[in-house]
């Protein structure tokens, strides 16, 4: 018998910006300075990306994980739905979920006379704005979550999720959505249908070292949400918000697999596409695509020359900040109103990683430095280093001497670590800290741009 396969085109984090708002003057480069992701250019690649999309015969389904507008602008909403209905026009299937930066009610832009007050975008509504683009094709849909089931294929279903509600359930699912979701997934099964979920934040850490922070950067109660959505017979999913790129497998006690394909932005570093294909159900292949080249000045730079100069601008802003700007480093944290005494020592800190070679900070914790890297600055390092966590398939693995010399410093905190283990549960673990910092700057698994697993 002839294999069975479905093949769906995924983009995400498209952050569509109508160019005509305003993205130009003082105030637009100085926002620029710590912004990872390109802003005046959104509207120009996303135009190249959508001609691509209409032309291509890699398959006739496109999904699009959230994030759909710059931060909520009336104008990019109306201006990318028009993106949208070309799409169906060249007899495209897609489905899309909004997210946080879609409904904004206070967006902005910039010109010569400074920041701009565009119409924004209230939650409310979105369902209608894309009721188009899957609702109107779901077999079940959650209004007040924004979410919904699709058709996908014969035997595949699509549970598009969104969770950008009242700020108490951001970035989980509420009670109430938790049971539709189950009631969902409780049909699928008994209706023999496989199930595939799309959402716009993480559900695994797409870094080991994501983990630490929580918050944005993956799903609240994300080991809950995955063992319950594995063991109920969801085992794909598809995300996006971090910009990264990255794929992930978690197996449940009950032996169920969870896989997170985290996909980069399509408007910054690592900006990128993918192609996934399902076959019999039961095999998952994940193939990466570039992003087209757009119409765009790109100052003699490659595309991805273009977009990582923006991303290591925003990386060099901050290192820079913490030596002359402490208040505005800590500020851009979310520490406001830090005190002097914090201040000054970012400020200490910032000043010494700034000037100080990478064999310079390995004498300073008595680590023997590799020569190929001893005169290196730490400060373009460290940049490489924050890159290479979003780009994915991270380089600096064990016996680089980038990994001597950054494994030689963190080794010297080993008594910290050890503290923060025992407190956190996570010694002798995976989870420890000197394991998940080896992790977080080398690569050991599956790679985070082309991979086949089996879904059950």
Known sequence: MDPQTFRFLLITDTHYFAEKLGCRGEAYDEFMAYEQKCFAETQAINEAAFRWLNGTDLADTVLI??????????????????LLRSLKAAGKRVFVITAGHDCNEHPFA???????????TPRDTLFDLYYDFGFSDAIAVDREHLSYVAQLAPGIRLLALNNDGNFASRH???????????RQTAKAREEGETMIAMTHYPMLPGSPVFSLLGGEVVMKNADYLTTLLADEGVHLCLTGHMHNQSIKVKT????????????????????SMRLITLTDREWVDVETLPVPDFAWDLGGLTKDEYFAR?????LNTY???????????????????APDALQKTVAKVGSYLNSASVGKV?????????????????????????????TGDSPYNYGTPEYEAIMGVLRRFSPLFSVLDRKNGTAGTENAMLPMLERTIGHYGVSDYNARFRLH
Not at 65 to 82: C, M, P, T, V, W
Not at 110 to 118: N, Q
Not at 369 to 382: I, M, T, W, Y
């Open 310 to 314: 923006q991303f290591d601008r925003m």
């Open 319 to 337: 290192m820079t900040a913490m030596r002359d700007d402490p208040a505005r480093f800590l500020g851009k944290l979310g520490l406001k109103n």
């Open 362 to 390: 390995c004498r300073l914790f008595a680590v023997k430095c590799p020569a190929s890297v001893k005169d290196k600055p730490f400060r373009q390092l460290a940049v490489e280093l924050v890159r290479n966590i979003f």
């Open 172 to 182: 989980t699912y509420p009670a109430r959505q938790i049971e539709w979701i189950l």
């Open 110 to 120: 910039y010109d010569e006379t400074g920041r701009l007050a565009p119409e924004g």
């Open 252 to 271: 449940t006690e009950k032996g169920n697999r969870f896989i997170d394909v985290c996909t980069g932005s399509l408007i910054g570093w690592p900006a």
């Open 65 to 82: 994980a959230g994030d759909l507008s710059f931060n909520g602008e009336a104008e990019s909403h109306r201006e990318f739905i028009e």
